[in-house]
């Protein structure tokens, strides 16, 4: 879809500014096979060991999450309404996330066989409903494979200013669907009016929020500003949706940022009255037409990181294919990293 046809301006996926010079003549292959992009959700909790809630770890290979919990659901015999995740994972991959199913006055019998491409790898009660957002981290091991014009040094430079600095924390194209499908469909709903159904409204709040919040993201990054602190930007806490504002910036908050505890933060429209700063002191506010459309659906604002930290990041090179692992906290995307360093074909 041509961002010319939205009903606003926006940037797509393979046009967003990169940081750090961007992947140059470099390509890969990704995702050739499921067990090229392994995905694995850490905690930072223990489990109790009791309660009404069955916790199970389970390896997925090539399956999306919401088919997992179908078959969850048919070989527990629970309605899909009673299991809980806390993140979503990619389809062509294979991950290894917690489902918590409330099964309270039952056995926590495993069945043997809940499907061929699934494996419950631990299991324990517990006495909270598992939410989303509940786990800490990501741990990605990624196969690149097929290199063309990979020049070596240039990547490690790039590896190190991420490691460094961190990166962009864009929402990556999963967010936006095959071809960006969900851009077209959100465009039509926002323009219709038409009363969403439930199963539509994450797709198209999501879809728009997102949207809006690259752009800005992109806008900064372009300005070489991401990194800077611009007066009236908000800050957040790692790790966490805290936000602050500050009136006076000081050495204190300037050495925070550059450690990592605290980032700067855009804004994800909806009704509310934040702002956020762009580039050169100008103000950037979300479309009037955005911004009144998720209002008017009672969607309020939010804030999210311009950066993600990676932590552990490494890689192998085995002559034309590559191994890439790294730590990212929930809600960031790998692909987001990979689109700064290489260009993939997946």
């Known amino acids: ?74 070989a527990f015999q629970v309605d899909k309404k009673h299991i809980g995740y806390s993140g979503k994972k990619d ?39 598992l939410r989303r957002g509940a786990h800490r981290a990501n741990r990605f091991t990624l196969a ?22 961190g990166y962009p924390n864009y929402f990556g194209p999963q967010r936006f669907g095959i071809n960006e ?42 300005a070489q500003s991401w990194l800077q602190y611009q007066p009236g930007d908000l800050l957040q806490l790692s790790g966490s949706s805290s936000y602050f504002a500050t009136e006076q910036w000081d050495e204190e908050l300037e050495q925070r940022l550059q450690s990592g505890d605290i980032a700067i933060a855009g804004i994800l429209p909806g009704k509310g009255s934040l702002q956020s700063p762009l580039a050169a002191g100008k103000i950037y506010q979300s479309p009037q037409i955005l911004a009144d459309y998720l209002a008017g659906q009672r969607v309020e604002q939010g804030t999210r990181a311009l950066r993600v930290c990676p932590k552990d990041l490494a890689y192998e090179l085995h002559q034309n294919s590559l191994t890439l692992k790294f730590s990212l906290p929930k809600g960031a995307y790998a692909t987001s990293l990979l689109r700064e360093i290489l260009a993939t074909n997946d």
């Open 144 to 165: 690149l494979r097929n290199l063309e014009h990979f020049d070596e040094q240039r990547f490690k430079n790039q590896l190190e200013e991420i490691a460094m600095h």
């Open 1 to 74: 879809m041509s961002s010319s046809n939205f009903p606003f301006n926006y940037t797509p996926i393979d046009e967003l500014a990169c940081a750090f010079g961007g992947p140059g003549d470099a390509t890969a292959d990704l995702k050739l096979q499921p067990q090229d992009f392994v995905v694995e959700e850490l905690m930072d909790f223990e489990l109790t060991g009791e309660g009404e809630h069955l916790w199970l770890f389970i390896e997925a290979i090539d399956m999306t999450t919401d088919f997992t919990v179908k078959q969850l659901a048919r």
């Open 181 to 222: 499908n969900n851009v077209e469909f959100a465009s039509a709903m926002m323009e219709s009016k038409k009363r969403l159904k439930r199963q539509e409204r994450d797709r198209v709040y999501s879809t728009l929020r997102a949207l809006d919040f690259n752009y800005f993201l992109s806008s900064r990054v372009a």
């Open 91 to 129: 389809r062509r991959a294979i991950t290894s996330q917690w489902f918590g199913i409330h099964l309270p006055g039952k056995p926590s019998d495993i069945p043997d066989q809940i499907h061929e491409n699934l494996k419950v790898l631990k299991f324990s009660r517990h006495n909270k409903k």
